[in-house]
């Protein structure tokens, strides 16, 4: 049996992940995560198996992927290099007003800690991959195509979660460069499952839509051409497990996007108007937002709620001024029996989910 040490277990993605990867009974996951003590870690482990709806073959290790040596005691650290064959590195903060330093320690230094586990299980003969999830907006503020073999090409970066995962990337690949076996997930913006719109994280997407679906929001500061590319979590996880029982996929760079098929700020505007039955949405260039409409809003903007949006779009409303097209060659090539699915019928999905949540209540 193959055991998985898996990071960021917990998180959206990582949930999505764990039924993935025990489906078949062939493989053990070992979670890393935070715990006071061993009662606390069984609590951590009852609470992520009713989540994920799994239960044999996953086990909890104590650890913190920003510590140094991830943190693991002498005694989980031999039996981490006794018993794991793969590490899936999908642990990251993904708050996007992180200064520099906290960027760095969450998502950087992570990697490293990471990467150095992995050498040594590859000196002692165990590691059969690394699994690495970026993103695809380590393309920071690019436009055009961006390709899945590029990394760093001198773009500049909308904020310090962007700088830091093509940091983390640059890092990986030098370890591959030195003979680590490695795999590069790169998402796009990930939003709630397909089938039900199940989701913890109502962020980036869902920001704007919960303006406007609270009627906060009918001026939108963005360009009409600009495309939004969404995947949801399930096809997300069953594309990065059928990558990670791959051997194909070892040294390839993969974007798990919608690729030329992402829809516009339009396309997705006229959706949401439809299926919410809303009033208009007017798009205006976030130039002209700032000098214009942006001051008529600050006495909005110093009450509880208004801070609050202004917050959101500080952080969000740069994706949807302008982003590039990922090209989805390696995906097609790898992954030519599971396309993203219709990103359109996606949202259709998710936005009746956010709306019966209220956005989560927030």
């Known amino acids: 049996m193959k055991t998985v040490l898996l990071t960021g277990a917990t998180g959206h993605v990582g949930t999505a992940l764990l039924p993935r990867l025990l489906a078949g009974g062939d493989t053990r996951v070992l979670a890393l995560v935070r715990a006071r ?50 590490v899936m590195h999908s642990a990251a903060s993904v708050r996007f007003d992180m200064t520099q330093d906290e960027a760095a320690a969450s998502n950087l230094a992570a990697t490293q800690q990471v ?29 055009g195509t961006v390709y ?30 030195a003979g680590l076996p490695v795999c590069v997930h790169r998402p796009s913006i990930v939003v709630g499952d397909s089938r039900t719109g199940a989701t913890r994280s109502f962020n980036v997407l869902y920001w704007p839509l919960k303006l406007y679906a609270r009627g906060l929001w009918r001026t939108f500061p963005g360009r009409v051409d600009t495309p939004v590319d ?7 996880a069953d594309a990065m497990v059928a990558l990670h029982r791959d051997d194909a996929s070892i040294g390839a760079t993969v974007h798990l996007a919608q690729g030329p098929a992402a829809p516009t700020v ?14 208009p949405l007017r798009v205006v260039d976030q130039g002209r ?28 409303l740069p994706y949807f001024t302008g982003n590039p097209v990922f090209d989805a060659t390696t995906r097609d090539e790898l992954l030519p029996q599971l396309p993203p699915p219709d990103p359109l019928e996606v949202l259709r999905v998710i936005v009746d ?4 949540r209220d956005f989560g209540g927030r």
């Open 289 to 316: 937002y700032r000098r214009f409409v942006r001051p008529l809003l600050w006495p909005f903007f110093q009450t509880k709620r208004g801070a609050a949006v202004k917050r959101g779009g500080d952080a969000y």
């Open 37 to 86: 003590d061993e009662t606390h870690l069984a609590e951590r482990r009852r609470v992520l198996a009713e989540r994920a709806g799994v239960d044999e073959g996953l086990e909890l290790v104590a650890g913190d992927v920003s510590a140094p040596g991830l943190g693991l005691s002498t005694r989980d650290r031999g039996r981490v290099l006794a018993e794991v064959d793969a």
């Open 115 to 143: 990467l150095a586990l992995c050498r040594d299980l590859a000196d002692a003969g165990r590691l059969d991959r690394y699994d690495h999830v970026s993103t695809c907006y380590i393309a920071g503020d690019r436009r």
């Open 353 to 356: 989910f956010a709306m019966r």
């Open 230 to 236: 969404l995947v949801p979590v399930d096809w997300l």
């Open 266 to 279: 339009q396309v997705l505007m006229d959706a949401v108007q439809a299926q919410i039955d809303g009033p």
């Open 148 to 177: 899945e073999h590029e990394i760093d090409v001198g773009q500049g970066f909308r904020n310090k979660y962007e700088w830091s995962k093509c940091q983390a990337e640059l890092a990986v690949r030098d370890a591959t460069q």
